[in-house]
């Protein structure tokens, strides 16, 4: 395999070949084809890119090359968001009277996607904590159809063993469905690891730049042809300029990551010794419950980190609205640092005792972008001196 940079900027070149060397946006809903047998063929092709936009799109086609080549695996397709791209495929992939393993730590979406609608369609879920395997051995049941893993967990950072959960799922003939947003295909490829399907929101690190609301899966074709073909009815489409402007993202993908990487830990080693700091949540620190297996499966570790303060919530809110470059946004992966309260949140997302459950209400998480690491980890040090002055 080429280098991750020269695989963003090349791996699509064959897809919708043309001379232009900046790809075109292909703006349009519908396609016209040569003869009645070339419409009727690209009418039912998977994940096609020359029938109706809803069907599929050059630039959607352009898009999931380069993905499937950095994710290594055999396709890839996108959708209108990260919630759209695990949406679409949970329905795809699961039935009435089927059972569903999920992550007690997980985002706020996924996590009402198994609490809240899952069970409405009469397929029930069980949640188990992640940093245990065998609890994941010990939730199967014979009507158990999909795992759910993400990792590292939002926000909390938590990582799962995937060869371990992989193993797991195959020897049962279970499928598995792995969230790599926080890690993106540079830090980790849970393909590598036996994972069948990968998911991200786009939207963040894959993008890059906070401008496009969109989602990408990648993995077997056969698995994604069921999973088009649900997205056909939920009509989640990502729209051509988006995909356009999310080809555009991932092409400086190589570039940015390092620097997140660099950041975040960076952040996370100034911040777990400072007395207003209860812990700091971050993969990458020798002290993580779990950087071992963190390392043993990633090549970095991103640019999120979670604090939990010592004052709880209010010395969290405080904390935010000392921070100089980071903005209190819900979003992350950006060039642009962004900082939030994840229990204010996810507020809309799950009820008040799961909320209590998934996110502890003193934790702020930080999404470091690509900044000098030194102003970063400055502003972010007398955040922190401010607030403690405050609170004490």
Not at 30 to 47: H, K, M, Q, T, Y
Not at 101 to 111: E, F, H
Not at 146 to 154: H, K, R
């Amino acid at each position: 395999m080429p280098g991750a940079s020269t695989v963003t900027v090349h791996a699509d070149r064959e897809t919708h070949p043309n001379r232009a060397v900046a790809q075109p946006i292909y703006q349009t809903v519908a396609f016209s084809a040569e003869d009645g047998p070339a419409f009727a063929a690209s009418a039912v092709e998977p994940r096609g890119e020359d029938f109706y936009t809803r069907f599929g799109n050059p630039n959607h086609a352009q898009v999931a090359a380069v993905v499937a080549e950095l994710e290594q695996t055999e396709a890839a397709m996108v959708t209108a968001s990260g919630m759209a791209a695990i949406t679409t495929a949970v329905l795809a992939l699961v039935s009435a009277g089927d059972h569903v393993i999920g992550q007690k730590s997980t985002y706020g979406g996924t996590a009402s996607v198994l609490l809240n609608l899952l069970p409405r369609l009469g397929v029930d879920t069980t949640l188990v904590d992640q940093r245990d395997p065998e609890a994941f051995a010990k939730a199967l049941t014979p009507k158990t159809r999909l795992i759910l893993v993400e990792t590292p967990s939002n926000p909390l950072l938590q990582i799962t063993d995937l060869r371990a959960v992989a193993a797991l799922a195959r020897a049962h003939g279970v499928l598995t469905l792995a969230d790599n947003t926080f890690a993106t295909p540079l830090n980790q490829r849970p393909a590598d690891l036996g994972i069948d399907v990968v998911w991200h929101s786009a939207t963040k690190y894959l993008n890059g730049h906070t401008d496009v609301c969109a989602g990408v899966l990648a993995g077997p074709a056969t698995v994604l042809d069921r999973i088009w073909e649900t997205s056909l009815l939920t009509g989640a489409t990502l729209g051509p300029v988006d995909a356009w402007l999310l080809l555009r993202g991932i092409r400086t993908l190589p570039l940015r990551m390092p620097r997140h990487n660099d950041n975040g830990l960076a952040l996370a080693e100034a911040l777990t010794q400072h007395p207003a700091v209860n812990h700091v949540h971050y993969p990458g620190l020798a002290a993580h419950p779990q950087h071992k297996l963190a390392a043993d499966q990633m090549n970095g570790f991103g640019g999120v980190l979670s604090i939990e303060f010592t004052g709880g919530f209010e010395m969290a809110d405080a904390f935010l609205g000392q921070l100089r470059y980071p903005r209190r946004s819900a979003s992350l992966g950006g060039v642009e640092s962004l900082a939030v309260h994840p229990a204010s949140m996810w507020r809309g997302m799950l009820s008040d005792e799961q909320l209590t459950e998934a996110v502890p209400p003193g934790l702020v998480r930080l999404a470091a972008g690509t900044e000098d690491t030194d102003d970063l980890v400055a502003d972010a040090l007398a955040a922190a001196d401010a607030v403690l002055a405050e609170h004490a």
